[in-house]
């Protein structure tokens, strides 16, 4: 039996073994107990947490958006492994989750809360060594495609040559063109965006490139267009096969001789800029059938970048999921830990027309209804799930199809993990390299793709 005198150093030697970081407050938020975890972890050591509001001692993003001891004294439930980053003494973020819980005394008066906490930043760094090659500033991508993009991309951004990005809507073109731009020379200038398809076409050159005072009736003063505003960084022009006529000449002047005219203005401007441009249709084609220059689109495609579209490059869409899980998670104060296979299921076989906007759309409704740790398929909208169901052949059964979708799933998850080598991903599957080969024929999967 432990005397009431020994209870309390009994009970600081017990949290001062736990590898987790430990912290109590009383009613007021004032730290009443830090064991040495929390002071490994943070930095700082209890002589000067202890006595100290929590919120000055951690520094918590979630101390901005919803505290989470506050939560658990109001409400007296337990919270347990929600994410966050707290600050350490010497400035960095450090990811953690954390569980709280109401402390009483034995009578059942409210004395306070619990708090324990566990450094992430090693679990963090392993995630970010083995998603490394499949990650890119913002971009995700495991694909053969998006590899290939990779691998490209410090060359390219080194150079000033201009980029054209080609690939269908909601493909992440505009995220390609800044990531060029952030991994470029010009980074710390600034990357202007111009939307080609929602300037208006009489409008279009005044904001390009501004206009001077008198240059039309309203123009009460001296205006910098766009260009202007980028000297010296990035300048993306999204949708640029909506460009008009007039301005795609004058584009084409920029690109040539570095040089631009406001709207009204005599004097001729110098363009230091860089130009990206992105577009969802075929400029080639465009310019086959008269409408858009043929010397501005050769001017423009000195580099040419074409992102697939989401429906050929399923091997991603796990990896864009887990993105989007963390991102919501941090938005909505959320700790939802994934998908159910059933909805992963829903996901590989759907064509994703808006591409990967549409899957982000899909991940953030989710999170709307989603209460739990596992996104279910009864949290996805309902115009959503009858387009995801796979079409039976005629005179296959229900099961037989089924089964049949999901041994060319097998092997397409079995190729992507093995990047494509037949032997490799035979070996894992248990059959020979001949059925596999006989196989993929039957299924239409080629190993180029992985």
Known sequence: MIRAEEEKPFMEMIL???????????KDWKITSFNRAAERITGIPASEAIGKRCSDVFHA????WGCA??????????????????????????????????????NGTLLGAVETFRDL??????????????TFEDIIGKSKAFRNIFALL??????????LIEGPSGSGKELLARAVHNLSPRRKRPCVVVNCGTLPANLFESELFGYVQGAFTDAKGDKPGRMALAEGGTIFFDEVSELPPPTQVKLLRVLQECEYEPLGGVNTLKANVRVAAATNQKLAELVSQGKFRDDLYFRLAVVRLSLPPL????????????????????KRSKNIAGVTPAVMEIFMRHDFPGNVRELENLIEYAFVLCHNRLIDVRHLPEDFKPTARPMESPGITPSESKLKLAEADAIRVALSRTGGHIGETAKELGISRTTLWRKMKKYSISSQNY
């Open 311 to 330: 429906k050929h490059r399923r091997e991603d869409i796990p990896y864009l999921v887990e993105h989007f899980i963390q991102r919501f998670n941090i």
């Open 121 to 134: 930043s090693a679990l963090e760094q392993l995630r970010k060594e083995i998603t490394h090659q499949y």
């Open 16 to 26: 001062n073994s736990i590898a987790d970081g430990v912290f109590a407050v009383d």
């Open 154 to 163: 410090p060359d390219v951004a080194k150079s000033d040559s201009t980029v």
């Open 61 to 64: 993003d979630i101390c901005e």
């Open 69 to 106: 001891l506050r939560q658990t004294l109001e409400t007296g439930r337990e919270l347990i492994d929600l994410p966050a980053r707290i600050l350490s003494s010497r400035g960095r973020s450090i990811p953690i989750t954390l569980s709280t819980a109401v402390l009483r005394d034995s």
